[in-house]
């Protein structure tokens, strides 16, 4: 009886919610028919060393400032180049690029506030710079910080803080991170877009009230973005191919893209290419992963075209409001024809497991206050900090089962090593062999994944809806 109250009240603050989206979008809809603004692309930080086997930066974290809506200026945290005079905070962050083998050397300064790391989401690197609370101390206000590690591995990945990450990610604190390497792929264009949403007041500030609705789904947002910007437009060359690389880095919004007319040719994930690539007319994107598509822009559309966010059913009886365009896409002059892609994206590798493969539970579950205050969330009845780590020798192989609560879906972290789902319910994936260091577990569901633990070091595990790993959903990997 209590359960069917508290749905009760989250439809009625999710209405409230709906209503705020579409006012919003009649706002944004008034001033643009023709104006819309070109989607700007991450500014790459400046390599201040001039050994092109290391990439040395200057990033900043500070207070900026944001127009989510035009005109109406919002408080936001935001990193900066550190090593350009008068650089100003941008949301997202500045791209960090490397080539795969460079050494990485990251000169932090913490103008924030309060204390901060950052967390490298999806590079392998030794344990003491993964940039979380328990790998290292966590940066006081005013404070600096040296992280120095080798880009192994090539592909998409992103940065982040990982302390209170719901609040500093949500305020704006979230960059692109890019290794280039491995195959070539010739694209007439390579970008990376950041997906986010923000929940908005109508004075265009970010509402920093958080409800019960709020820490069950992530902070939903009434504003979507496609690198920080609401309803930009990017134009494409015509007859061309295109390398879109997507990060999801809201809270706890599900993004499932759709680009009418055009498919997506998956060549990667979180991990880098995948061996071979697969074609869908949508794709979902969990918070916290990445997907790497090819799109053939060879059939000029009939009409407008919008890439759009359309209905993913994520658990909690969340209402469909309909398609949600993200970003305007437009034909332009013809560009270079599309070129043969490798059949071979990368040579296929396995996790060395077998049938005596130790497997390990983790059953995550969300608990409502009876009260009808907010939720929490446990991982084997644990509630993070509280919980007993998990422990291991390094080099170990180990399955683990994830179980997610029947009533919503958790995409889930781990840091510093990639994996691979090997089921679903005992359902092989369609696509073998990619690396994931994130994955949605789909709610009522055990999924299934082989993984070799190493590096040494404290790593954690979470639920990437930042709002539940803040609230208990986060385990700790010791690896000795
Ligand atoms: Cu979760």
Redesign the pocket.
Known sequence: MRKLALYVSHREIRVISLLAFVLLGVLSACSDAGLRTTLPAPIPLTDINPDPNIVEVQLVAAPASKEYLPGKAAAVWAYRDGAKPGSVGTVPGPLLQANQGNLIIVHFRNELPVATTIHWHGLRLPGNQDGTPISQTAIPAGGTYEYRFTAVDPGSFWYHPHIEGNEQVEKGLYAPFIVHGGATLNTAADRYLVLDDVKLGGDGKLDEKVDPLDVMLGRPGNVLLVNGMQGGRLEVGSWTQERWRFVNSSNGRYFNLRLPEHEFYIVGWDGGLLPVPYVQDSLLIAPGERYEVLINFEHPPSGRLALQNIYYDRGHNVPDPGPQDLLEVIYGPAGPPPSPLPTVLRKPSTVPFNSKTLVRPFV?KEQEDPAGGAAN?SINGQRWPDITPVEAKSGAVEIWEIEANPEMD?PFHLHGMFFQVLSVNGVPPVVPWGWKDTVNVPRGSKLRFAVQLDPPGRWVFH?H?LE?AERG?MGELVIR
Do not use: E, P, T, V
Request: aromatic letters at 14%.
């Open positions: 995550l969330f958790h639920c809806i539940h959903m």
